[in-house]
């Protein structure tokens, strides 16, 4: 039993590191939120500095846990940082247009819309970063 769930993880290694990572993430980005609403922080604040030091984490992780790409430069390793960043900034682009398009001009439930907008930039964020950022 052990080794087919073994064999299962490795035949999807990437694909579960990402979603193991995104569920970190996502957990990094609401306590530092929380955290700096705590202190009192403005929310456009706080949601910004989690914004960025969930950045810095899952660029982190991806690189090392799930794309593997530590060998490289610092050249390299700064180049692929600026590119995940750009990356996270098309795709946080992209989910406000999709909010704003579903919620304000379709009238969707904002649960609903927030819930599909983060369907498709996960899928965006994967892919992006598979193509672009952590290139072997």
Not at 19 to 43: C, K, Q, W
Not at 89 to 116: D, F, P, Q
Request: aromatic share 14%; glycine share 2%.
């Amino acid at each position: 039993m052990l080794k087919k769930l073994w064999a299962l993880y490795k035949e999807y290694e990437e694909i579960i590191n990402y979603v193991i990572t995104g569920a970190f993430g996502t957990v990094v980005n609401v306590g530092t939120f929380t955290l700096a609403r705590a202190l009192n922080f403005d929310i456009t604040i706080s949601n910004v500095a989690a914004w960025v030091i969930t950045i810095i984490f899952v660029y982190i992780s991806s690189k090392f846990f799930v794309f593997k790409t530590a060998n490289k430069t610092k050249r390299e390793s700064t180049k692929e940082f600026i590119t995940f960043v750009l990356a996270r900034l098309a795709t946080l682009g992209i989910e406000i247009l999709l909010l704003n398009l579903t919620i304000e001009a379709m009238h969707m439930n904002e649960l609903v819309a927030k819930t599909a907008a983060q369907v498709v930039v996960i899928i965006l964020n994967y892919i992006l970063s598979k193509l672009f950022v952590f290139t072997k």
